[in-house]
Structures are given as C-alpha cells and as structure tokens.
C-alpha cells in the first residue's frame, strides 16, 4: 500500500465562532491510501483548541510510524492494518482516524461497495443539525431563521462566551424568533462555570425555551463539575471535550457526568474506535450523536457512513462541510437541507483532489 499526504485549507462562506475561536478555513491534512488501483481517502482536520494537534504533526506521524506500521501488509487484511495504526503511536488521533479512514474507504472500494454499505447500511441518507456561530442576539436571530429557510430543523447555538445572562437572552429570541417547531440544542464548549451552567439552563427551561440538549457545559476534565450539572437540570447535558476513547467515556459513565456523548472520529482515532464507543455508551444506557470538527466532505463523508450503519440517539452533527464555499475533493456527500445524501459510487465516493 502506498500512503500520501495532501495539505488543504479551504474557505468558509462565513465565519464559523466558538466559545474557544473563530475559524474562516478548514485547515486539513487529506490521507489517500493506494494499492495500485483503488485508492481510499481519509482527513485529519486541524482544531488547535480542541485536540492540540497540528497539520505538520499528523502528517508526520502519517507518513513516520504509521506508514512504517504498514509498509508490509496486505491491503486485504483490515483487521490487521487498523490494529497497527492504533498501536503506532500514543495520542495523534487525527493522523490516526485519518488512516484508518482511508483503510476503510479503500477496503470498501476493492469491494465494490460504498462505505456505508461496507459498514452495514442499507439507507442513503442521514440527517444533520446546523450551528449558528456565537454572536450577538440580532444576528444569532437572523441566522436562525435563514437556516429554517434553508431546511434544517435541528439548530445548535454557541453560548458559553463568558456572560451567561447575555447566552440565556440570545438562546431566549433565537427561539421566540424560529417559533416551536424547529428543535433547538446548545453548545458551550466548557465555557461555564458549573453554578453558571446550572443557572442559565434552569432559566431557559423556566422561560420554555424547549432545549434539546447541551454539549459540554463545563471544563472537560471538570467530570465532577458536569455531573453537578447533569443533577440540577432537566435538559439532557452531553459530553463532547470530556470523550476521547474509551477511558473517556468509562469515566463519564461511572460519574454520571452526562445523559449522551458525542463521537467524533477526529478525537477517537477512526471508524473502528467510534464503533466500540458507540456500542458501549448504548450498552450503558447513554445516548449519543456522532460529530464532527471542521472538516470536508472526506471527514464528514467518513462520519455520515458510521451514522448510516450504527444509528444514534439523536440527530447527528455533521454541517462542517456545509461550511465550505467549496470542497477541496471531487465527489463524495452532498447537502440538502438538514439532509446528507450518501455517495452512490463505491467507498466515500471521492474521486480526488480538484485541481
């Protein structure tokens, strides 16, 4: 198998803000794994506040100990080769999930099957919720009601930016603005305090906001914090930052730090990981939802084919590529409204690079 690395960084058609930053690009490392001819893909974005890890790292554990894992082994033998990514190297779980990825994609393709066939799916389709970028109330209440127009249902606010009475009367005109219908969850990105947290959510379940869910109140590592939370409020709290793998989500569950968990590949290490953490939550009686950071139509593609063969809890959030003014790769999902509609070409449906 040869490996390659492609640095990309492609536009978005507006801003994308956090509690913890503001992105204008999708900064990514694309994987392609090759047996001479099919050729898998896979995508380890960067988000520097999150995981840590940065382009040039992934793509040196990419193209050092991983490739050096694999340079033996048949392309026939997956279980094999994503045993070896694993145990390549500690952390780097973008470089990771990347490969993995691709070893799937390929997999699938010398088989002649999509991805999300190859992984048990017989649907076409998956839905997907949409951010708003934190802001203040007027243009949180603007964008709210363009992406209903747009055909999402499923919105996530980004609160937790430092004012929680501000975060409570934004989320609280967001949602007289877009009426009842459209669900609406919330995403602090652990930027509350666990009184804070406590307070806002009581308030807008007190002002019958109808708040699906909120993701990561509190500092990830705060499991004691969240669980306070999770104690003191109605709404169901899910835990992002706090889940990594498995160790993760074991002390959540032991905690009862939350009610779900979200799974992203980019943080487990791959399809194979994200699989076991699916299972385990479901087996623990947590819910979940499968993620992503901001990434393309390769990482997405690679989330919506997990989502498609092992279905969540909830509605999943997977709008990253939708940000993009434009993929950086030919091929793969496309959007519709809150609708992802899977390749039907063989793998994740990506036909390469754009020129």
């Known amino acids: ?25 999708a900064d990514s490392l694309l994987v392609s794994v090759s047996d001479g001819s099919e050729t898998g893909w896979g995508e380890a974005p960067q988000v520097w506040k999150v995981t840590g890890e940065s382009l040039a790292g992934a793509q040196a554990c990419v193209e050092g100990p991983i490739s050096a894992a694999l340079h033996d082994l048949s392309p026939d033998d997956l279980t094999e080769a994503l045993r070896r990514v694993q145990g390549a190297a500690m952390g780097n779980f973008g470089a990771k ?80 603005a877009i009426g009842p219908e459209p669900r609406l969850r919330l995403d602090a990105n652990q930027g509350w305090s666990r009184r804070d947290a406590v307070n806002a959510i009581r308030a807008m379940e007190d002002a019958g906001c109808a708040i699906e869910l909120v993701e990561q109140p509190v500092v990830a590592a705060d499991l004691a914090g969240m669980a306070w939370v999770t104690d003191r409020v109605s709404t169901p709290i899910l835990a992002d930052e706090s ?98 509609h899977l390749p039907t070409g063989i793998g994740l449906g990506v036909e390469g690079l754009k020129a």
């Open 243 to 340: 889940v990594y793998g498995v160790r993760d989500l074991v002390a959540v569950i032991r905690w009862g730090a939350a009610d779900l968990v979200n799974v992203k590949l980019a943080k487990c290490g791959g399809l194979g990981p994200a699989r076991t953490l699916l299972e385990l939550a479901r087996e623990h009686g947590l819910g979940s939802i499968v993620g992503s950071m901001m990434e393309s139509h390769v990482g997405v593609g690679a989330a919506a084919a997990l989502v498609a063969a092992y279905p969540t809890s909830a509605v999943n959030d997977l709008d990253a590529a939708w940000w993009l003014k434009e993929s950086p790769v030919t091929g793969g999902i496309r959007y519709e409204g809150s609708t992802i």
């Open 97 to 176: 999930a990347a490969v993995d990825v691709a070893l799937h994609d390929l997999a699938a393709r010398r088989r002649g099957q999509t991805l999300h066939g190859f992984l048990g799916s017989t649907v076409s389709s998956v839905r997907t919720d949409v951010t708003l970028s934190a802001g203040d109330a007027s243009a949180l209440v603007t964008a709210g009601k363009a992406r209903v127009a747009d055909g999402f249902d499923v919105l996530k606010v980004k609160v937790g930016t430092g004012d929680a009475a501000a975060d409570f009367e934004r989320v609280r005109r967001v949602r007289e």
């Open 1 to 25: 198998m040869k490996i390659s690395t492609h640095l990309v960084s492609a536009p978005l058609h507006t801003p994308f803000v956090t509690a913890l930053r503001t992105a204008t690009h």
